[in-house]
């Protein structure tokens, strides 16, 4: 039904009277909230005079389903002060919007409450509850949970798969693909998205090929761009630019901007310009607000001693309007959410902050760290350029996690692009002369820091 059906089919059920029925108006709420009119689907909620759990579920659920997690939760936590005793549908959604915000807490608070009520096990909760502590980067417990399971399908299998793999722990990611195998259990799309993901971050190109290559001759399952994106970028990892080629040239399926972000990258690694041109240029037209391909391809010329080219190529960025996304660090404390932009003094312990970071660059110095210019702004002096690296925002996030989070417990910071080479670093010596577990999830994957190393082996 479109939405124009659905508001006749409301204009009828006012006219003839139906509307004081509760059932009446739970399936209005589900069915404007199933098809993203939120809005719509509120205000019918608003009317009802007693709302039950179903009345809760189809609010609460339609706003996860449509990526308003923010709203979903504040209508999960309304439902527990009205006195509704939640389901398992809306703790499944509820689970997920945790998952999608990455808030660890209060998806801890979630499982809890729901052991409290005695919900039982559900394999969709179950689902939910491992997907959840796996994209909080919190695998042991997604393990846990996985292990608790009674009943477990592909997706309770690809949850932990993909969790492994983007915490840096590729061989187990494997490990647990041959476990799913053995116990009858058929692979599909996602799953060979979490194998090569796996593979590609553990340098295991073989390994890659067979996966990629049984897709569609055991499975029967086409490969996607996704699939194409993670063995380029292997291959480009692996020094096998050629072959990154070939198969581009070979795939089945149009490349889509994954597929020619991955080669781009193969291409500034070997340095090969040409390609890297028409890569570039292919993602000029497919996101042509992301500012990536420019500083790339910049890069790339500035390497190569191309210094007018890459010049122009920075005009015209400008030119057509495109500004890097700020970069921006967040980290979750008792449910609340702090944030932080590079040199960032807005936080109400903004002085705490600066005078911590100014201790642990002391310290990460004494032990060894060494800034790295390379990630600082050119225009700067060398002590403008050392400061300005040490307020980036994972740093400022990280100091104020030392004076917060209690010794012991692990660090988790979360940041929206691509950690940078200077802060990896930095990391590494935070996590050894502290002695706590810092992990880091940016864009891309996790970095779990222990003991002055990375998950990762610096490959990211
Ligand atoms: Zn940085
Ligand atoms: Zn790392």
């Known amino acids: 039904m479109d939405m124009k059906n659905a508001k006749s089919v409301h204009c009828l059920i006012i006219k003839t009277g139906f509307e004081a029925y509760k059932l009446v108006n739970n399936a209005l709420v589900d069915m404007y909230a199933k098809r993203g009119s939120l809005g719509c689907a509120f205000t019918v909620f608003n009317h009802m005079q007693d709302k039950d759990v179903i009345s809760w579920t189809s609010l609460v659920t339609g706003c996860a389903h449509n990526g308003s997690c923010e709203e979903a939760l504040k209508y999960f936590c309304d439902m527990r002060i009205a006195g509704i005793c939640p389901d398992q549908i809306v703790v499944a959604s509820i689970l997920s919007a945790c998952a999608e915000l990455t808030l660890l807490e209060l998806g801890r608070q979630v499982h809890a409450t729901f052991l409290k009520f005695g919900l039982g096990s559900s394999l969709s909760v179950g689902n939910s509850l491992v997907m959840m502590y796996a994209k909080c980067g919190s695998i042991e417990d997604a393990n846990r949970v996985f292990d608790s399971m009674q009943v477990r399908d592909v997706i309770t299998w690809t949850a932990l798969i993909v969790g492994y793999a983007k915490n840096g722990r590729g061989k187990d990611s494997l490990q647990f693909y041959d476990q799913m195998l053995a116990s009858g259990t058929k692979p599909d799309s996602i799953t060979f998205i979490g194998l090569l993901f796996a593979c590609s971050h553990a340098g295991l190109v073989e390994n890659a090929r067979h996966y990629i290559e049984s897709m569609n001759k055991v499975y029967g399952i086409q490969p996607g761009p996704e699939h194409y994106a993670c063995m380029i970028d292997l291959l480009g990892r692996s020094g096998k630019l050629v072959e990154a080629k070939e198969l581009l040239d070979q795939m089945v399926v149009e490349p889509d901007a994954t597929v020619w972000k991955a080669f781009l990258a193969a291409c500034r690694v070997h340095g090969n310009l040409e390609l890297g041109e028409r890569a570039a240029k292919n993602l000029f037209e497919l996101e042509p607000k992301n500012a990536m391909p420019y500083v790339l391809l910049s890069n790339m010329y500035s390497a190569a001693g191309k210094w007018d080219a890459a010049a122009s190529i920075r005009k015209l960025m400008k030119s057509r309007g495109i500004s890097k996304e700020p970069g921006c660090s967040w980290i979750e404390l008792n449910s609340q959410v702090h944030t932080f932009l590079s040199e960032d003094r807005g936080h109400p312990r903004t002085a705490d902050i600066y005078s911590k970071i100014d201790e642990m660059m002391l310290l990460i110095k004494e032990a060894g760290y060494v800034p ?89």
């Open 372 to 460: 790295d210019m390379n990630f600082s702004l050119h225009d700067l002096d060398v002590e403008g350029k050392q400061l300005g690296l040490a307020y980036h925002s994972e740093k400022l996030a990280v100091a104020f996690a030392l004076l917060t989070v209690p010794a012991g417990a692990p660090i988790r910071i979360f940041k929206n692009l691509r950690v940078c080479g200077d802060c990896h670093n930095a990391m590494k010596y935070t996590s050894g002369v502290y002695l706590r577990h810092i992990i880091l999830r940016d864009s891309n994957r996790f970095h779990h820091f222990r003991e002055g190393k990375c998950s990762c082996g610096d490959y990211w």
